[in-house]
């Protein structure tokens, strides 16, 4: 018999096999390849007009805004798979180095895989950047995309060691992106002593060829690097960190029967939150902090809107500082809300399945989630109107307060609707774009005067036009916006249930997994 000799792994036939595996996971959910597209073209194409003038009018860089898209697209769908590819696969990597792998190696891979998405990712943007306006600097613009992908790459993966639940890493994330592009030189003033520590602030200058004239002996494009090698470097020890932490695993509780079974469920669920109190804190500190931001940069401006006030439409002239900050609340309800909804479903479906083979019944355990959403709901609408009501006094208090709940409680149950569907990482993209476009784009009147005909068929359109009226006017002349908005609410609740029983009901249905 002849002897078969099997030539030892190297480093080399380890890196490739282990890049490969880790590319074709991410290849395989489709929802991946979906936003690589949909992310880039919603920044790039869609967003990139609007934001310009947004720039313009809030005194950042202006039209040079529409290059820099393709950096916040890169870093947007960097920062969030690299940040999903670490939390979800810490416990496997840490058995693979146990069984014998070098952990170098396995980390290596790991890196090289995060590079290989950031180049994916980058190209994605660019190709959306070429196609809007052309790339009047190929070299710099290509350079500066690739540095935003590592840069929030590193972010993603520091995020995913430390921060286990994808509610909080997700927000934290979020969090970090929007306080670098919204408050950074892009949309804001470059020379703000304030946001020279954000981590794209040089990079963003440098990108769009307008020098800050501050960056000292390293210049823009020095400092650029310094954060681009710095945040490899990062990348490098929090990954190596997390394959030697193994974490206990979720325990379960007992079912009850009928009113029970909903008071059960619901105390479950508000437990788990009361267990992660750096959910509330987020909940409480991104709109405290957003909103009070967009006090601070907003300049001495008027701007003309097209309200209704006691009958009658017509343009309506308001100081900038006065309404900024009351128009920007509704941004952050209406996103952290949607994550609040999209994740209490995610994080509970196993154990729902679970419950419900227990005994219980569908109508109190979904009861029960929408209760533990209805809590952050609450959270993310009360501290966000406690820091509104210092910087911006609505006309009509009640009217306004219910806008920001009917909006709030809207987008919630969106993401209940889009868990389901798309699972986390899709999820989440999913959750950022939409009131994204919505809120922020579509309705924002910092934008047009009034919505575009085709941001009537938007979700938020209804409730957004109530909180306008309740928030710069001093009668109540939306009672047809308002219904649009409880239909809105209605339509996605019966979807939402539709979901929630097609789901747990089918232990051996799945969503798409990331």
């Given at each position: ?58 005194g950042g860089i202006g039209p040079a805004v529409e290059t820099a898209t393709a950096g916040w697209a890169a870093g947007f769908l960097a920062g969030i798979a690299m940040y999903f590819q670490t939390r979800s696969a810490r416990t496997v990597d840490r058995r693979v180095v146990v069984a014998g792998l070098s952990a170098r190696r ?63 890493g997700t927000v934290v994330i979020l969090f970090i992106w929007i306080m670098d592009v919204f408050f950074g030189p892009s949309l804001g003033s470059p020379d703000r002593v304030a946001t020279r520590g954000l981590p794209t602030h040089f990079l963003t200058l440098w990108m769009v060829d307008l020098p800050s004239r501050h960056g ?73 902090i957003f909103i009070w931001l967009s006090k601070v940069i907003t300049p001495d401006e008027t701007m003309v809107l097209t309200l209704v006030e006691d009958g009658t439409s017509g343009p309506l002239t308001f100081w900038l500082p006065d309404m900024h900050a009351g128009t920007m609340t509704p941004i952050a309800v209406a996103s ?179």
């Amino acid at each position: 018999m002849t002897a078969v000799h099997h030539r030892p792994a190297t480093a080399a036939s380890d890196l490739r096999l282990f890049v490969r595996r880790f590319l074709a996971d991410y290849a395989r959910n489709p929802v991946n390849l979906l936003v690589l597209v949909l992310v880039p073209v919603v920044f790039v194409v869609v967003a990139a007009g609007p934001m310009a003038d947004a720039a313009k009018l809030l005194g950042g860089i202006g039209p040079a805004v529409e290059t820099a898209t393709a950096g916040w697209a890169a870093g947007f769908l960097a920062g969030i798979a690299m940040y999903f590819q670490t939390r979800s696969a810490r416990t496997v990597d840490r058995r693979v180095v146990v069984a014998g792998l070098s952990a170098r190696r396995l980390v290596a891979a790991r890196i090289v895989t995060g590079l290989v998405l950031a180049v994916m990712v980058s190209a994605a943007a660019l190709l959306a950047l070429l196609v809007r306006t052309g790339i009047d600097e190929p070299g710099r613009v290509i350079a500066g995309t690739l540095m935003f992908a590592v840069i929030y790459l590193a972010i993603g993966a520091l995020v995913g060691t430390l921060v286990r639940n994808p509610v909080n890493g997700t927000v934290v994330i979020l969090f970090i992106w929007i306080m670098d592009v919204f408050f950074g030189p892009s949309l804001g003033s470059p020379d703000r002593v304030a946001t020279r520590g954000l981590p794209t602030h040089f990079l963003t200058l440098w990108m769009v060829d307008l020098p800050s004239r501050h960056g000292g002996r390293l210049g823009d494009l020095g400092w650029a690097l310094v954060w681009t090698v710095t945040a490899l470097a990062i990348a490098w020890l929090v990954l190596t960190r997390s394959t030697q932490i193994a974490h206990r695993s979720p325990r379960r509780s007992r079912p009850g029967s009928g009113w029970d079974q909903f008071v059960i469920g619901l105390r479950l669920g508000l437990r788990d939150y009361r267990r992660n109190p750096v959910l509330l804190v987020l909940l409480v500190v991104v709109p405290v902090i957003f909103i009070w931001l967009s006090k601070v940069i907003t300049p001495d401006e008027t701007m003309v809107l097209t309200l209704v006030e006691d009958g009658t439409s017509g343009p309506l002239t308001f100081w900038l500082p006065d309404m900024h900050a009351g128009t920007m609340t509704p941004i952050a309800v209406a996103s952290l809300a949607t994550l609040a909804g999209l994740f209490v479903v995610l994080d509970s479906r196993a154990g729902d399945r679970r419950l419900m083979q227990a005994g219980f019944r569908t109508g109190p355990l979904l009861s029960a989630r929408l209760g533990v959403i209805g809590v952050a709901v609450l959270v993310v609408t009360g501290a966000s109107l406690a820091v509104t009501a210092t910087v911006f006094d609505p006309r009509q208090w009640a009217t306004y307060v219910g806008a920001n709940l009917l909006l709030a409680a809207t987008y919630a149950l969106i993401g209940v609707c889009l868990g389901p569907i798309f699972g986390p990482v899709g999820g989440v993209f999913i959750a950022f774009l939409v009131p994204f476009l919505d809120i922020g784009i579509a309705q924002s009147p910092m934008l047009r005067p009034e919505p575009a005909g085709w941001a009537r068929m938007l979700p938020g359109y209804g409730a957004d036009r109530v909180l306008l009226d309740g928030g710069l006017t001093a009668h109540f002349d939306q009672t047809g916006s308002l219904l649009l908005g409880l239909a809105w609410l209605f339509a996605l609740a019966v979807l939402a249930a539709w979901l929630f029983r097609r789901g747990p009901a089918a232990p051996g249905r799945t969503a798409l997994r990331a």
